[in-house]
């Protein structure tokens, strides 16, 4: 009987756990006319389903409550043909407050204020990032100033829906990516924008993890490993003879190269070249003096680049001397500042027939 009972109480708690809780939103709209109305909807599957038509009172307020046992993401537009959206992140039982105002010569919202969930606030700020940017100098700011703000929050669920902003460029965001994932995955793990980053991550190489062995041959036709510079700062450098940035990146790595290298900083140039004519005059043309040059000749299907997930070039993989990777495609003041701070680290080296020494974690 005792059984029973128990199973019986363990069933309602699993039942209670998935039970539909109400949420409030509540707010008022300037910039469109008395009486006009919000359509809401709900993303469903990368869908929107209508949900409610929401009429602005006198004041131009409106309040909707919403059932839902898991957190949800809804949208607000204006019946204006062609009206912009309103992303809102709601948790079950959520009692959010906000003041909008609707741009109509943009067709878009923005969020004068907000009080109630900090899954709203991230949306507010990220949205103002970008109606902010109107000059060519701003734009060409915003993603660094996105990524930062998600990285400074990587612990909210909307932060999993607003990174989707880098899906295109997604090599370069990487860290960004799996900072957010690692944050959110134990929580929601059935969130479905959680998921999408954790699809995306499948079969690529990301800080935290050991960085897999690269084995490929030289112009000479001799083996190099990866795993034979472990001692070292390794920088891999995936690129190629035809690539435009790839090439115009290169002094700067040369510099690097010949500042560090005496510091214990090795390159690694996995190239996806398909010519090995261009490959070798690419390295003779750039100046690019390390030894550590290799290539299967295979293009896009270059065994090292499928083994790093690598879609675009340049991209780089910044390693520890432990052989744990630390970040990829840094760049410029950010990368070095980086290698300084791994190659002044202590290097213990284990000893022959010994595991490998676990290296002191980064910040």
């Known amino acids: 009987m005792k059984r029973i009972i128990l199973l019986i109480a363990l069933m309602a708690a699993a039942m209670t756990g998935t039970q539909a809780q109400t949420s ?10 008395a009486g006009s109305r919000i359509v809401v909807g709900q993303i469903v599957k990368d869908r929107i389903q209508p949900v409610d038509t929401l009429r602005l009172d006198k004041k131009g ?25 309103c992303h809102i992140l709601l948790e079950p039982k959520d009692k959010v407050k906000i003041n909008l105002v609707y741009f109509v010569d943009r067709h878009a ?18 949205n103002d990032l970008l109606l902010a940017a109107m000059t060519p100098e701003q734009q060409a700011q915003l993603p660094d100033r996105a990524s930062r703000l998600l990285a400074m ?3 909210i669920l909307m932060s999993a829906f607003l990174v989707t902003f880098f899906d295109r460029n997604f090599d370069n965001y990487v860290s960004l990516y799996s900072k957010i994932r690692n944050d959110l995955k134990p929580r929601y793990p059935q969130d479905p924008y959680v998921k999408h980053i954790d699809k995306r991550l499948e079969g690529v190489v990301y800080p935290g993890m050991q960085a897999p062995e ?18 070292n700062v390794v920088l ?3 690129w190629a003879s035809w690539c435009g940035p790839c090439r115009r990146e290169n002094p ?3 510099k690097l190269y010949e500042k560090y290298h005496d510091q214990g900083f090795e390159i690694f140039s996995v190239s996806l070249d398909k010519a090995k004519d261009a490959w070798l005059r690419a390295i003779n043309d750039d100046h690019l003096s390390w030894p550590n040059h290799v290539s299967d000749l295979n293009g896009w299907t270059s065994s090292g680049g499928k083994t790093y997930g690598i879609s675009s070039v340049p991209s780089t993989v910044l390693v520890d001397r432990y052989g744990k990777v630390v970040a990829r495609n840094l760049r410029g003041a950010e990368l070095e500042n980086k290698l300084q701070e791994l190659l002044e680290q202590e290097w213990i080296a284990p000893e022959e027939g010994e595991a490998p020494v676990e290296e002191p974690a980064h910040e």
């Not at 409030?24 to 006319?33: C, F, N, Q, R």
Request: aromatic content about 8%; hydrophobic content about 30%; glycine content about 8%.
């Open 252 to 254: 700067n790595v040369v």
């Open 236 to 238: 891999i450098d995936f």
């Open 24 to 33: 409030t939103l509540s707010g008022s709209l300037k910039g469109v006319p």
């Open 214 to 231: 690269i084995a490929m041959k030289d112009p000479e036709g001799n083996e190099r490993r990866l795993s034979a510079l472990k001692g």
């Open 109 to 126: 919202f923005t969020i004068q204020s907000c009080k109630g969930s900090r899954n709203v606030e991230l949306y507010r700020q990220f």
């Open 61 to 85: 307020e409106f309040k909707i409550k919403l059932k839902h046992s898991e957190p949800a993401y809804y949208v607000l537009q204006t019946t204006e043909q062609g009206s912009g959206l």
């Open 153 to 155: 929050n990587s612990d």
